[in-house]
């Protein structure tokens, strides 16, 4: 069973009794929306950032939240703290909440708030060596089709993508935009290193995410940073390349369709940004109230 408790509509359980209706309509037709928090050392790392998105994603497909922002990240302070946990990981969840079948919203009366607290592991020690990736012939969502910067429950074309990867034996799925322009992986943002240069695509077809914006924050001021589209051919060409996003943290890719990326190993930038990261998520965030952290 996992560790952790889960926050459900008013009530904490444990992750084995946390249960939600089968005619949710988040279960049922991916009608919902959803964050992915980290806490390190008993604080939670961007917490206003991530509550800010959730109620974007919500607004923009016009769910309502049953709660304020500030009511919001209460209950997912109250959440962690109730886990005893000091690092792990939050899911936060709004679904459309229960309702007679058919896929109007309208047939739900009430959303549904959700928080899992419990933790994660993605790359492991593939953060020191590295991940290989593909290119999945799965192409990103049109952005005229699904607003790439709403987190939605339904992520069946980012699960495609990894699917292809997991067949292929690789760790990650790079994914194209409709044009043929590099994307984002399949949970994470996409950085690409050239002659000291920190480039990575705008996001207009993937997700403002978090990480990535705090990358880019870090790596202002030692390298010179560029957001501009970019195909994989640029990629196979770069010196380094990694990928970013809350559950992944900061991870070299090493090799691409099996060619070597650079000389196959994360690279100095990689290393020294992922380094700044870990430093600023372990020594900065909003303090756990009974996680036995004043804050300093
Ligand atoms: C599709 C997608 N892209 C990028 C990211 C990275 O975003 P963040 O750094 O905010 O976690 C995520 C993670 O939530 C994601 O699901």
Not at 147 to 173: C, F, H, M, T
Not at 231 to 247: Q, R, Y
């Amino acid at each position: 069973m996992p560790e952790g408790v889960v926050y459900i509509d008013g009530e904490f359980v444990s992750p084995n009794d946390a249960k939600i209706s089968v005619f949710d309509h988040g279960l049922l037709y991916g009608d919902g929306v959803f964050e992915g928090i980290r806490f390190y050392n008993g604080r939670i790392f961007k917490l206003a950032e991530h509550v800010d998105r959730l109620f974007a994603s919500a607004e923009k497909i016009g769910l309502t939240v049953p709660c304020s922002k500030e009511e919001f990240a209460q209950l997912v302070l109250k959440t962690t703290a109730k886990s005893g946990l000091h690092d792990g990981y939050l899911r936060p969840l709004v679904t459309r909440g229960s309702g007679d079948l058919g896929l109007d919203p309208r047939k739900s009366k009430k959303s549904s708030i959700v928080i899992i607290c419990s933790t994660i592991n993605l790359y492991g020690s593939k953060h020191e060596t590295g991940l290989n990736a593909i290119v999945a012939s799965v192409r990103r969502t049109p952005p005229s089709s699904l607003n790439p910067n709403i987190k939605s429950l339904n992520y069946l074309n980012n699960i495609l993508a990894k699917s292809e990867a997991n067949v292929k034996g690789a760790d990650e799925a790079i994914i194209l935009d409709q044009e043929g322009y590099v994307a984002e992986a399949s949970a994470d943002n996409i950085f690409a290193v050239k002659g000291g240069v920190v480039y990575t695509p705008p996001t207009v077809t993937n997700l403002v995410g978090i990480t990535r914006g705090t990358i880019l924050d870090i790596s202002k001021g030692t390298y010179e940073t560029r957001v501009e589209r970019f195909k994989v051919d640029f990629l196979l060409k770069a010196d380094e390349v990694f990928i970013t996003g809350t559950g992944g943290e900061v991870a070299g890719v090493v090799e691409i369709d099996g060619q070597k990326i650079g000389v196959g190993v994360p690279g100095p930038v990689t290393k020294d940004l992922q380094k700044k990261y870990f430093a600023l998520v372990r020594s900065t965030g909003v303090p756990i109230p009974s996680a036995g952290n004043n804050g300093h």
